[in-house]
């Protein structure tokens, strides 16, 4: 199994900056993409940015030259450096790992979520 726990949700003002930090433990390959989602009142869940363990990123385009992806492998922790928040930015942030984790019986590709942190930003 693989644990996802997440900080440093909260609110901010428009044009301010957070940053998010999730960190994976369990047994897991090295082989995988973590990244973030968001869900706001009566939406679907979408993506926000990932990046595999190769550190290669993807961006939803509203967030392009906002919000920075990183991650440090040693720690199996991703971060999210979000910068000009705007209202529309207002969700529940998830963190998704990807990959290949023991399960307690055998090695097995799956998805795994964190249990989301609040950001708000006040207009």
């Known amino acids: 199994q693989v644990q996802l726990v997440e900080s440093g949700g909260g609110l901010v003002q428009t044009g301010g900056s957070l940053r998010l930090s999730c960190a994976a433990s369990g047994s897991i390959l090295g082989f995988n993409t973590m990244g973030w989602y968001r869900q706001s009142l009566g939406k679907q869940r979408e993506l926000v940015a990932n990046?595999?363990?190769?550190?290669?990123?993807n961006y939803a385009d509203s967030v392009k030259g906002r919000f920075t992806i990183s991650r440090d492998n040693a720690k199996n922790t991703v971060y999210l450096q979000m910068n000009s928040l705007k209202p529309e930015d207002t969700a529940v942030y998830y963190c998704?790992?990807?990959?290949?984790?023991?399960?307690?019986?055998?090695?097995?590709?799956?998805?795994?979520w964190g249990q989301g942190t609040q950001v708000t930003v006040s207009s």
């Open positions: 990046i595999t363990s190769g550190g290669s990123p």
């Open positions: 998704k790992f990807t990959g290949i984790a023991f399960n307690g019986i055998r090695w097995k590709a799956d998805d795994y």
